[in-house]
Nanobody, 121 residues
Framework: VQLQASGGGLVQAGDSLRLSCAAS????????MGWFRQAPGKEREFVAS????????YYADSVKGRFTISRDNARNTVTLQMNSLKFDDTAVYYC???????????????WGRGTLVTVSS
């Protein structure tokens, strides 16, 4: 499975941004999908995940109420809608596919290259 994240950019605090992750090589419709991020000088952290059918969704406390994860299995894509962005959201964002159909912050096998999100204060 190859994953490609896109949609990053430079925005101001309070703005919105929509990240997309396209999977290729095989379908990920049976895999949980997740978004992670890594800020400069910090470890990678979990942002959000969605189960194979969208029935289980998890968010990090820091993004609850502001970010929304969704998926389109027909298009083999996962999206992260980010609203009310803050300076602390600045990071490289990665999408990942888990081995299981439901996953929270661990169990991810396939990782894509990240997309940089920069939020100016």
């Amino acid at each position: 499975v190859q994953l490609q994240a896109s949609g990053g950019g430079l925005v101001q605090a309070g703005d919105s941004l929509r990240l997309s992750c396209a999977a290729s090589g095989r379908t990920v419709s049976n895999n949980a999908m997740g978004w992670f991020r890594q800020a400069p000088g910090k470890e990678r952290e979990f942002v959000a995940s969605i189960s194979w059918n969208g029935g289980n969704i998890y968010y990090a406390d820091s993004v609850k109420g502001r970010f929304t994860i969704s998926r389109d299995n027909a298009r083999n894509t996962v999206t992260l809608q980010m609203n009310s962005l803050k300076f602390d959201d600045t990071a490289v964002y990665y999408c990942a596919a888990a081995l299981r159909s439901v996953a929270q912050s661990d169990g991810y096998r396939y990782w894509g290259r990240g997309t940089l999100v920069t939020v100016s204060s």
